[in-house]
C-alpha cells in the first residue's frame, strides 16, 4: 500500500515536473525571442543614428553651398541683364573684324579685352 501510495506521488510529482519543464522551455523560448528583439531594435537604432549623423553632415555641407550659390545666383542675375547687349557687342566686333587677317583680329581682340 505504502508502494502505491509513493508510486503515485512519485507519478505526480513527475507529471508536475514535466509541466514545469514545458513552462522552462516556453520561458526560454519567449526569452530568446526577446533578446532576438532586442538585439534587432538596437541594430536599428544604431542604423538610425548613422543615418542621423550623415543627414546632419549633409545638412550642413549643403547649408555651406548654399551661401555660394545664392552668391552666384546674383552674379547670374546681373550676367542676364547684360546678356543681350554683350551678344550685341560681340556680334559687332565678329562683323568689324572678319574681313581682317587672323594676326590683326588677335591684335584687335586683345586691345579691346585690355580695356
Known sequence: M???QAEHELALAV??????????????AKYDEAITEKQ????????????????E??????ADKKERWEEQRDGFDDKI???????????SFISYAGPFYHETRLSLLQSWTTV
Do not use: H, P
Open 15 to 28: 507529471e508536475e515536473l514535466d509541466a514545469k519543464e514545458q513552462s522552462l522551455m516556453e520561458m526560454r
Open 40 to 55: 534587432k531594435l538596437q541594430d536599428d537604432a544604431e542604423l538610425t543614428k548613422r543615418r542621423l549623423e550623415s543627414a
Open 57 to 62: 553632415s549633409l545638412i550642413s555641407n549643403l
Open 81 to 91: 541683364i547684360r546678356l543681350v547687349g554683350d551678344t550685341a557687342l560681340a556680334a
Open 2 to 4: 505504502k508502494l502505491r
